[in-house]
């Protein structure tokens, strides 16, 4: 059985497209300006009574001190180490 209909859809490499893929800006720049801005946030509020929530739980207590990865939030002798990745919101 020939089927010559299949063959014409098909041509030689040479002449085939060339895909590039397309380029797409970067978010890295947006996430370092938005973490920046809330780093720079969090230090203005140190000392003060903050709310975090969390994926696991809603943590109330003092913010104590602010680090580029973390902050450190303590609640009646309780410290708790949070991640900024881990953070949803804070009030």
């Known amino acids: 059985m020939n089927y010559p209909f299949y063959h014409r859809y098909v041509y030689p490499v040479s002449e085939q497209i060339e895909y590039v ?3 797409r800006e970067s978010t890295s720049r947006n996430t370092v ?3 920046k801005q809330l780093l720079n ?3 203005q509020r140190r000392g003060r009574q903050i709310s975090v929530a969390t ?3 809603i943590i109330k ?3 104590e001190e ?5 902050i450190l939030v303590s609640n009646e002798g309780e410290h708790y ?3 900024l990745e881990g ?4 009030n």
């Open 21 to 23: 893929p397309e380029k």
């Open 33 to 35: 300006t938005f973490t």
């Open 41 to 43: 946030s969090l230090q």
């Open 55 to 57: 994926s696991v739980e």
């Open 61 to 63: 207590g003092t913010l």
């Open 66 to 70: 602010v680090y580029p990865d973390h």
């Open 81 to 83: 180490q949070i991640r």
């Open 87 to 90: 953070i949803i919101y804070i």
